[in-house]
């Protein structure tokens, strides 16, 4: 299982994303959506960086 609470990143610019929490299970499968730049490859690399 992984559990986020309120994960954020902050860039430069201000923050890409803030207070996200999300719990994802054995087996689950996800999906994310949204416009280039919304942060969905830093939010999977962040998680897959936590699994080592």
């Given at each position: 299982m992984?559990?986020?609470e309120q994960l954020g990143?902050?860039?430069p610019q201000g923050f890409l994303f803030k207070?996200?929490?999300l719990q994802i299970n054995?087996?689950?499968k996800i999906g994310l959506?949204?416009?280039n730049g919304?942060?969905?490859s830093t939010l999977l690399k962040l998680?897959?960086?936590w699994e080592k």
């Open positions: 992984i559990n986020l990143v902050f860039l207070d996200i929490t054995k087996g689950d959506a949204g416009k919304a942060g969905k998680i897959a960086d």
